[in-house]
C-alpha cells in the first residue's frame, strides 16, 4: 500500500526546534520530489517547500516565510523524508503534512499530518 | 513567485447544478496546475494534474480547462458528497504556490 506517515509534532515554545519526520511506503522513495505542506486551523493550504529526489540533485526550495529558518533532507535509505523547524514563531501553529504533490509518481499521495504547535 | 487567486471565495448551488471554479495565475504557467478537494477534517485529495487530466477513480462530472494564466474547474451535475474545498495549485516552479480556496456549498 502507497502510504506516507508523519510523525515529530507536538507543542514547543516560540524561538524553539522540532523535526518533523515522513515515511513512506508502497513506493519508490528515492526517485520521488517530496513536499511538505501546512494548514493552520481553519486556514487554507500553504506550500512549504521541496526536495528534489536525490537523482535530481536533491535541491530544496522553500516559500518565502519559512526561508532561513526551514530544512529539508531526506534519507533514502530509510525510505524518510525531514522537516527541521528552527526559530519557530506563533504564525507556524498548523498541520503539516507530507506529500508527493501532483508531478511526482505516484501523483497526489499524502500523510495524514502531524500538528505543530508553538505557544508559550 | 507567482501569485494564484481563485474565484469565487465560495459558492452556494443546488445537486444537478453546473458549477465553475476559475483560478488565475499572476504570469504564465503551461498546464502545470493541479486541482485538489478538501472535504471537512479529512486530507486534501488531488483530483487532476496538468490542468485537465483526472486521476483515476475521479468522477467524470469533474473537468479541468485552460493554460497559461487562466484556468477552471468544473463539476457538470453537483453532488451532495462534492461539498468540500476546493484549491488550484501550480507546480510549474517553486514556490508552488496553492490558491485560496473556493468552498462549495449544497443550496
Known amino acids: 500500500e502507497v502510504q506516507l506517515v508523519e510523525s515529530g509534532g507536538g507543542l514547543v515554545k516560540p524561538g524553539g526546534s522540532l523535526r518533523l519526520s515522513c515515511e513512506a511506503s508502497?513506493?519508490?522513495?528515492?526517485?520521488?520530489?517530496m513536499s511538505w505542506v501546512r494548514q493552520a486551523p481553519g486556514k487554507g493550504l500553504e506550500w512549504v517547500g521541496r526536495?528534489?529526489?536525490?537523482?535530481?540533485?536533491?535541491?530544496?526550495d522553500f516559500a518565502a516565510p519559512v526561508k532561513g529558518r526551514f530544512t529539508i533532507s531526506r534519507d533514502d535509505s530509510k525510505n524518510t523524508l525531514f522537516l527541521q523547524m528552527d526559530s519557530l514563531k506563533a504564525e507556524d501553529t498548523a498541520l503539516y503534512y507530507c506529500?508527493?504533490?501532483?508531478?511526482?509518481?505516484?501523483?497526489?499521495?499524502w500523510g495524514q499530518g502531524t500538528l505543530v504547535t508553538v505557544s508559550s | 513567485d507567482i501569485q494564484m487567486t481563485q474565484s469565487p471565495v465560495s459558492l452556494s448551488a443546488s445537486v444537478g447544478d453546473r458549477i465553475t471554479i476559475t483560478c488565475r495565475a499572476s504570469?504564465?504557467?503551461?498546464?502545470?496546475l493541479a486541482w485538489y478537494q478538501q472535504k471537512p477534517g479529512k486530507v486534501p485529495k488531488l483530483l487532476m494534474y496538468a490542468a485537465s487530466t483526472l486521476l483515476s477513480g475521479v468522477p467524470s462530472r469533474f473537468s479541468g480547462s485552460g493554460s497559461g494564466t487562466e484556468f477552471a474547474l468544473t463539476i457538470s451535475s453537483l453532488q451532495p458528497e462534492d461539498v468540500a474545498t476546493y484549491y488550484c495549485q501550480t507546480y510549474s516552479s517553486a514556490p508552488r504556490t496553492f490558491g485560496q480556496g473556493t468552498k462549495v456549498e449544497i443550496k
Open positions: 506529500t508527493t504533490g501532483p508531478a511526482t509518481v505516484p501523483r497526489g499521495i
Open positions: 508502497g513506493f519508490t522513495f528515492s526517485y520521488a520530489w
Open positions: 504570469q504564465g504557467i503551461s498546464n502545470y
Open positions: 526536495i528534489k529526489s536525490t537523482t535530481d540533485g536533491g535541491a530544496t
